[in-house]
Every structure is written in C-alpha cells, then in structure tokens.
C-alpha cells in the first residue's frame, strides 16, 4: 500500500491490540446485563464489526447514521438524523461505538438525544480521538 503521508501514526497490530481490550472491558462492565450496541454508520462499521467479535457476552446491535458534514469534509455545525435506531431504549444499557472523535458536535447532540429516550445507562466508546 502506497502510504501518502508517511508513517502510520497507529499500527495495525496496536489497532488490533486495543480493541480486544475493549472488548475485554465492555464485557466485565455489562456482565449480566442487556447490552444494546449502537453503530454510528457508516465511519464505525469496520471498528463495530471487530469490536462485537471481541466481547463474549450477548449483545442486541442496532444502527443509527447522523451526519455534521452536510456535503462538506467540515462540520456544519448542524447535526442531523438521517437514519435512527429502530429500538426502544428505555431501560436498557446503551452504547454508543464511533470510530473517531471529530469535534465532539455530532456524539453530544447523539448523547443528549439518546438520553432524553431514558436509557438506564449511556455510554460512548470511540476507538481514536482526532488529534487537533
């Protein structure tokens, strides 16, 4: 693979590494509990996919697509729901899995807004966080 800008900031191997020990610690926090795993498509699907193969308790799964960007490669500032989630959340331990942390726009208003459907818990799990 040509690498355009040089040198990977993060390898594979330690990409790899730190999602099974999430995996390992989202198992041991929800131990007995309905997990509901939402996908913030379609950036995470890749980290989702991997990230569920890695935790050995069950799990529901749904997917939401929001986006900031509008037709931009910026935020707009403006978050929208473009596809919800097709599950009642009320009661339920929800966590929210996002590939990268951007501005941190999109997963507030998506807190807030989960939250207002009374999740018992919420949570965000992101497997990087965008350096500025």
Avoid: W
């Amino acid at each position: 693979m040509e690498r355009i800008f040089g040198k990977p900031l993060v390898t594979q191997r330690e990409i790899e590494k730190r999602i099974k020990e999430i995996g390992t610690k989202i198992t041991a926090d929800y131990e007995g509990k309905e997990l509901l795993m939402v996908c913030l498509l379609k950036g995470a699907y890749v980290f989702f996919a991997d990230l569920v193969r890695t935790i050995h308790i069950p799990v529901s799964v749904d997917f939401m697509m929001v986006s900031s960007y509008g037709d931009r490669t910026s935020s707009s500032g403006v978050v929208k729901i473009i596809s919800d989630i097709s599950s009642d959340i009320k009661g339920k331990d929800v966590l929210i899995v996002e590939d990268i942390v951007d501005s941190g726009l999109t997963l507030d208003y998506l807190y807030k807004n989960l939250n207002a459907r009374k999740p018992d818990s919420l949570k965000i799990c992101a497997l990087l966080n965008k350096a500025e």
